[in-house]
């Protein structure tokens, strides 16, 4: 889990930042970027991908990398930016927020995924970074447990649509309480909902 941290310090970079995201699939609420800065060679045994990890251990990591971490930073672009931008500019907006939010300038990225996050940083995007590098696999954990928090915070103003459970997610109760209440002002207007035991069947969110 260290060898694009350790690769990148063989070519004279020391601030090494992972960075990855939280938030694209749902219909309601933030996506959320973390960046994460991690002492040289650190190691955890626990720490990877947050979608391999119970809520409790994603929480129990948070912390821990919270402790840890050299530095922190976090991004958060909400659903009305996302619907007048679109979800994968929204994406990079956030990554790019969550670099600034650093209390320093890194030397280098480590980005989850395929598109690089438009800052002038030397970067490297890495396919299914977050099981690979230990610094993209710590910034998952925050984006994850941080965007869970926010949705909490919004399930408490609209309780109908239980976000403490689906945190935003399409799950089919999800998707009846927006036919049953309407869409709320976090709700993704630009998403649409195809349930696929329908055919030809979408939900409209505007």
Not at 102 to 115: E, F, K, N, R, S
Not at 136 to 162: G, L, T
């Amino acid at each position: 889990m260290n060898n694009f941290e350790q690769r990148a310090r063989q070519r004279g970079f020391n601030l090494i930042a992972g960075i990855d995201e939280a938030g694209r699939g749902p219909l309601a609420g933030p996506v959320v970027a973390a960046a994460v800065v991690l002492p040289e060679n650190y190691h955890h045994p626990d720490i990877t991908d947050s979608k391999k990890l119970s809520p409790r251990k994603r929480e129990d990591l948070f912390k821990i990398i919270r402790e840890d971490a050299l530095y922190i930073g976090v991004g958060v672009v909400e659903a009305s930016i996302i619907d007048d931008i679109n979800i994968l500019q929204a994406t990079l907006s956030a990554m790019r927020e969550a670099v600034v939010d650093l209390d320093i300038y890194p030397d280098y990225l480590l980005v989850d995924g395929m598109q690089a996050v438009p800052i002038d940083i030397p970067q490297e995007t890495i396919i299914r970074g977050d099981g690979l590098s230990i610094s993209i696999a710590a910034a998952s954990i925050i984006a994850k447990v941080s965007r869970d928090h926010i949705m909490e915070i919004y399930h408490r103003q609209f309780p109908y649509y239980n976000f403490l459970k689906n945190k935003g997610y399409g799950t089919q109760e999800h998707r009846q309480a927006i036919k049953d209440h309407g869409p709320c002002k976090i709700h993704r207007r630009s998403f649409k909902i195809k349930d696929p035991r329908q055919e030809n069947y979408e939900l409209n969110l505007k």
